[in-house]
Structure formats: structure tokens, C-alpha cells
């Protein structure tokens, strides 16, 4: 069995500044996704801090969450990934993660 262990993407987070926000998503899925595609894993787990728009800010609300929730399951799909699970990290929130497993993406493991 193959798995595949990705951490820390961060995606979206506006913490940087300039436009990373949207050029971390454009790496993740046009340069990290086709990657691990290639390497043909039976399993991608993503061990938190996958998605960060608030930039670690402790607000549970998640502004854009569900727009930011289906480009990542978008991109998964497209790059037909579909034994997927998603840990939360310190820079997300469960709310979120469960929407993305809602939504066709990776099964969130609650943690808590």
C-alpha cells in the first residue's frame, strides 16, 4: 500500500502578503497535485493546516470557506484523488472540514 502525507499547505492564507493567497492553490493544483497523481498512492492523508484563509486568526467563523472548501475539492476530483482524509490542524477549523467531506472531499477524522 502507498500513502501519500501532505502537511502545512496553508492554502489560501493571506498571511504572506502579495498574491500568495490564490498562488498557493494555483501550486497546490497545477504543480503538488499532478505530483502525487503521477505517484499513484492508494491513500492522500493531509495532516492539518490545509486550508488557512483567516491566517491563524482564532475566529471560528470562516469567511469564503465554502468557496475556498469546493476549489480544494474541486481540484481533487479533477485530478481524480478520491481515497482521501483530512486531520485539522492548529490553522483550521472543523466546520469547515466537515464541509469539505460534505462536499465530495477528503473524510475529516475528528481529532478532538
Known amino acids: 500500500m502507498k500513502i501519500c502525507l501532505i502537511a502545512d499547505l496553508h492554502l489560501f ?3 504572506i502578503g502579495g498574491n500568495w493567497s490564490e498562488d498557493s492553490f494555483i501550486i497546490f493544483k497545477e504543480e503538488l497535485l499532478p505530483k ?3 505517484e499513484k498512492p492508494n491513500v492522500i492523508i493531509f495532516l492539518g493546516d490545509t486550508l488557512d484563509p483567516l491566517s491563524g486568526r482564532s475566529e471560528p467563523t470562516w469567511p ?9 475539492v474541486e481540484a481533487l476530483y479533477e485530478s481524480n484523488i478520491k481515497e482521501a482524509y483530512i486531520l485539522k ?3 483550521d477549523y472543523a466546520e469547515p472540514l466537515r464541509n469539505i467531506t460534505k462536499m465530495g472531499g477528503p473524510s475529516f477524522i475528528d481529532n478532538d
Open 13 to 15: 492564507s493571506s498571511e
Open 36 to 38: 502525487v497523481k503521477e
Open 64 to 72: 469564503r470557506g465554502d468557496k475556498l472548501s469546493r476549489r480544494f
Open 89 to 91: 490542524g492548529n490553522h
